[in-house]
């Protein structure tokens, strides 16, 4: 993933979809905007569920050239021909990963509000590391990730960074000179029309 001088976007799935209609939605948004990547952010551990929808989105995604990968399931990333995967552990599991997807793969790792967990996955051998929430959200401990740790990690660490959970048009305007990509599902996938609620959030990009 290659760092342009605007952030780009990094499309979060919801943690449960529907075949019978996600494919044709997320095909719409990936019409409608410029997207860098998608992650798989499927819950659950069952792995037929999981291996039909990686199915249906990467169909989706590779017929777009968009880059998909898997949250924390790096042997089902490798056998369902995804592009690599998306760890929450932090540093934890980064070197393992890289070793099983080899140099090609997208290694991406979530360090919450933590420089040193990023510094660290960094060190591993990520792609890029994940810091968040920025807002509102549930995601990780519910730590806040500042505006004062994108500014610094941007101007001091080559590693691209993300900035996720909660974003609102007022944090993308805050942060869109600080971060490489904004990763954004849960702010979308509730409107009625995802790809103009992207667009809309777009727009107040700095």
Known sequence: MDTPEQPQIY?????TITLSTFPDQLARVLDGSEIACI????????????????DACREVAHARDVAIVISNHVLLAQRLGLDGVHLDDAARSVRGARKELGADAIVGSFCGSSSHD?????????DYVAFGPVGASSLGDGTLAEKDLFQWWSEMIE????????????LIRTLSPHTDFFGIGDEIW?????????????????
């Open 11 to 15: 499309l979060i799935t919801p943690p």
């Open 39 to 54: 992650r798989l952010a499927l819950a659950g551990n069952d792995e037929d569920t999981i291996a039909r929808a990686a």
């Open 118 to 126: 990023g510094l660290t996955a960094g060190e591993a051998g990520v």
């Open 159 to 170: 590693v691209p960074i993300v900035a996720e959970g909660g974003l609102t048009p007022d």
């Open 190 to 206: 509730s409107a009625e029309d995802p790809a103009a609620a992207l667009n809309e959030l777009l727009s107040h990009m700095a």
